[in-house]
């Protein structure tokens, strides 16, 4: 075995590839530190000393197995630590359980045979126990399973005979107003046959279901919920078409909690279960309402067809500003500078006669009666003793606006540019 006191800093990984190195040169190790905190302890065999009055002592890496967890063992001599090992009562052990001193959670301890063997009796101990506890939990879970299901088919076999007798009586009813309709059920009975949901129900249950429905006499009969019940040949109610959530409760809910319900959308199939559902007092059978809807599918949304790639912004193309010597000759009538200029231009427009100035006011008269003098008047109408702004100035001797060019330096006077 070889002993080596790593005094200088060093990290788990170098330590721990010296350490196999040597190992497969057939050549143990144990690594020693007086460092408080070394990092690599744990990593390879290694123990941290400390020194004191009564010499080099271990003090952290030699551990005992006691109850169900590991405790660092009183410092011991250095001398009798090695002594341990070279006789084979301690050797390297990786541990299972937890560490019980504060110290740090090590991957590797020095520790007797004797505590490795009181650990696996822990662990066996341990999985027994879980073993026991798991075996309890399914035992109570399949009692709770077999009270439910006892339950369930107590209340399966109360719920048939309640919607047995509320159809049986729904069926009375319907016979009743077919034998003698009165002039409203004769008016609502041909105002559902041009109903195109109940038509749509009535062609479902003969395709998919395969029975000949026709509409029922007794629409009006609180316990339909405001649908429309379909009837087979024998007169017994099969279906109940769009009834309204809001009135199922008492008779209604126990008829129609045993029956086929209609829908003509999707849609309405969700709203009437979302209805029901969400109400203060939940309304719906154990085993659930038997919804389906007679219209078409929805369709689905077609997927966005691909953007078409950004084509080149337009090139702005700039003309120059004509030059005042082709102004001029323009306005001569010539044809413009040296060969190839621009076309002429139109005929100059005549400049708009500048406004009246507005007449000078009356001199004022002072606190005393005497007059003041006047007050000079700007050439644009404003007095006060300011200049006017040259927008404003410009302004003023314009009868309309116009645009400003951006060549009018170069722009003779009575020439107007196109």
């Known amino acids: 075995m070889a002993l080596e006191s790593q005094l200088s800093p060093i990290t788990a990984d170098t330590i721990t590839t010296r350490t196999e190195r040597m190992l497969a040169d057939g050549v143990t190790s144990c690594w020693f530190s007086d460092r408080p905190r070394p990092p690599w302890l744990g990593a390879v065999p290694s123990l941290r000393l400390t020194t004191t009055d009564a010499g080099l002592l271990v003090a952290e890496g030699l551990v005992k197995f006691t109850g169900s967890s590991w405790t660092a063992v009183p410092p011991v001599p250095v001398a009798e630590s090695l002594r341990w090992a070279f006789s084979g009562k301690v050797e390297q052990h990786a541990p299972r359980s937890p560490l019980g001193y504060p110290a740090r959670q090590l991957a590797r301890v020095w520790t007797a045979r004797t505590y490795v063997a009181a650990e696996d009796a822990h662990l066996v101990e341990v999985c027994r126990r879980e073993q026991e506890r798991e075996q309890e939990r399914e035992r109570l879970l399949a009692e709770q399973r077999a009270k439910a299901a006892k339950r369930r088919a107590k209340i399966d076999a109360s719920n048939v005979v309640a919607r047995a007798e509320a159809l049986e009586l729904a069926a009375a009813a319907e016979e009743q107003v077919r034998l003698a309709p009165s002039g409203p059920a004769e008016v609502s009975h041909h105002v559902l046959k041009m109903n195109r949901g109940v038509r749509q129900a009535i062609a479902y249950l003969a395709r998919e279901v395969g029975i000949a429905a026709e509409i029922g006499w007794s629409s009006s009969d609180p316990r339909w919920a405001g649908g429309t019940p379909l009837v087979a040949e024998d007169g017994t109610p099969v279906a109940v078409v769009d009834p309204a959530p809001s009135l199922v409760k008492g008779e209604a809910f126990r008829l129609l909690a045993g029956m086929l319900l209609l829908f003509s959308t999707a849609a309405d199939?969700?709203?009437?279960?979302?209805?029901?559902?969400?109400?203060?007092?939940?309304?719906?059978?154990?085993?659930?309402?038997?919804?389906?809807?007679?219209?078409?599918?929805?369709?689905?949304?077609?997927?966005?067809?691909?953007?078409?790639?950004?084509?080149?912004?337009?090139?702005?193309?700039?003309?120059?500003?004509?030059?005042?010597?082709?102004?001029?000759?323009?306005?001569?009538?010539?044809?413009?500078?040296?060969?190839?200029?621009?076309?002429?231009?139109?005929?100059p427009r005549a400049a708009a006669a500048p406004p009246p100035r507005p007449p000078a006011p009356p001199p004022r008269a002072g606190a005393d009666g005497a007059r003041t003098p006047e007050e000079p008047v700007t050439p644009s109408g404003f007095s006060g003793g300011r200049s006017p702004s040259p927008r404003t100035a410009g302004a003023a001797g314009r009868s309309s606006w116009e645009p400003e060019s951006l060549c009018s330096a170069a722009r003779p006077r009575g020439v107007g540019l196109p």
Do not use: I, N, Y
Not at 300 to 322: I, Q
């Open 269 to 347: 199939v969700q709203r009437f279960d979302r209805t029901t559902r969400g109400a203060r007092k939940p309304r719906v059978p154990v085993d659930g309402w038997k919804m389906q809807h007679t219209g078409p599918e929805p369709p689905t949304s077609p997927a966005a067809p691909a953007a078409a790639p950004k084509g080149r912004a337009p090139r702005l193309v700039s003309r120059p500003c004509p030059r005042a010597a082709d102004v001029d000759a323009a306005a001569r009538g010539g044809g413009g500078g040296s060969g190839g200029g621009p076309p002429p231009p139109p005929p």
